[in-house]
C-alpha cells in the first residue's frame, strides 16, 4: 500500500503530455460530449469494508478538472482544482473557423488573469508562433496541422528551448522531446496506443535532475478499457493494481474504482454533460 501511494504522489505532478486542446481520447471518452467534472479520490478502506474518501489533486488524466467542450470536441474551458475543491485554476481557449487555438487566457485561484496567449498561423510558410508576455515559440506544422518542430525565445530573441513532437496515424502524440538550445536532451515524453486509441504505456525520462522518472502500463482483455495498470517512477519496482468501472447509458465510464492487493485506494468519479 505505501508503494503505491509514493507513486500516487510521485505521478501528482508529472503533466499529462497530449493536444491539450483535444482531450476526449486521452480521457477514453466518447461521443458528443459537452463538459465532464471529473473528481478523484483517495480511499482509505478499512477492515470492515467501510471506507473514507478524501478528495485528491489526481493525477495523469484523472485530474481534479472541469473540462467543457466545443461541438468539434475541442476544450474551450478548463478548471483545475486541489485537494479542497478549490479552483487552483482556470484556462479559456479560442479557436478561429478552422477549430485552431488562437487564443488561451489563464487564470489564477483569486480569478486574476495571469497569462494570455496569442497565437497565428502562416498557412503558406506552414508555421504558428505562439506569443505571450515572456516568450514565443515558432513551430512547423505537418500536413494535419500539427506542431512538430518547435522553438521557444525570449523577448530578447535568446533561443531557450526546442521541442521535437511526433504523431501517430490519428494525429496522438507518440513522442515528445525537449532539448536545450545546445541539444542535449531535458525531458523525453513517449506514449503508446493500441487499436482502439487508447493508451497502453506512458513514459517520462528526466534528462535534467534524473529525478523525475515514471512508467505507466495499461493491460487490456476484452473491454474497451483497461482491467490492470502498473506504475513505476525514479526505478522503483512497477505496482500493479486492478480497474474497474461503471458507464452510463452512452457507454461512457462515470465511476473508476482502482484496487491495490485487493483493497480499495482510488476512486475517480466522472459527471458527464452531452449536447443535445
Known sequence: MKLLYFLLITLYAFPAFSQDDNMLPYLRLKGNIESVRIIPYNINEKEDKTIEKNISDGLLFDKNTFIKFNKAGKVIEKIDYNNKNEVSRHRKLFYDNKNRCINEKIYNEKGEMTQEISTTYDDKKKESRET?????????????????????????????????????????????????????????????????????????????????????????????????????????????????????????????????????????????????
Open 132 to 276: 505571450d508576455h515572456r516568450r514565443t515559440t515558432i513551430c512547423q506544422l505537418d500536413e494535419r496541422g500539427n506542431p512538430f518542430n518547435c522553438m521557444t525565445f525570449t523577448t530578447e530573441g535568446e533561443l531557450i528551448e526546442k521541442c521535437y513532437t511526433t504523431y501517430d496515424k490519428d494525429n496522438k502524440v507518440l513522442d515528445k522531446v525537449y532539448r536545450t538550445p545546445n541539444n542535449d536532451k531535458k525531458y523525453v515524453f513517449h506514449n503508446e496506443y493500441n487499436t482502439d486509441g487508447y493508451h497502453t504505456k506512458i513514459t517520462k525520462d528526466d534528462y535534467v535532475d534524473f529525478v523525475d522518472n515514471m512508467k505507466v502500463i495499461y493491460l487490456y482483455k476484452d473491454d474497451k478499457l483497461p482491467y490492470q495498470q502498473s506504475m513505476s517512477a525514479n526505478g522503483t519496482l512497477p505496482a500493479y493494481s486492478e480497474l474497474s468501472y461503471q458507464y452510463d447509458k452512452k457507454g461512457n465510464w462515470i465511476r473508476k474504482e482502482v484496487r491495490y492487493k485487493d483493497k480499495l485506494v482510488f476512486l475517480v468519479e466522472a459527471q458527464i454533460n452531452y449536447f443535445n
